[in-house]
């Protein structure tokens, strides 16, 4: 078994600027995921009393019974539309950071 080592110097600039945009992709991953964290929490929750209060028996005059089904299935649609939402943005902000580290 062969063990081969590169034996070269690496300037401290090259280490600091790779330091640096390491943490400023993690905070961008960080800062991304508190944002879908807070619209999971709030989104549905918000959407479910609001469109049972005021679509499904305000507007539209359904019995409370039925005013519950519908509105639990707008706040598990909202569930699925934010996660999708993040997959989306994770996937895109993951081939960036990927395209920028290859180009290096």
Known sequence: MWCFVDTKPVPADQVQGDLIKNEGSL???????????????????GLYFSSKA?????????SDRDSYFYAAIVAVVTVHVVLALFVYV???????????????
Do not use: C, H
């Open 90 to 104: 994770a996937w895109n902000e993951g081939s960036r950071q990927w395209r920028e580290g290859k180009q290096d």
């Open 27 to 45: 905070t961008s991953t960080l800062r991304t995921l508190l944002f879908f964290t807070a619209l999971m929490i709030t989104l549905p929750v």
């Open 54 to 62: 005021y679509i499904f028996e305000g507007t539209l005059g359904m």
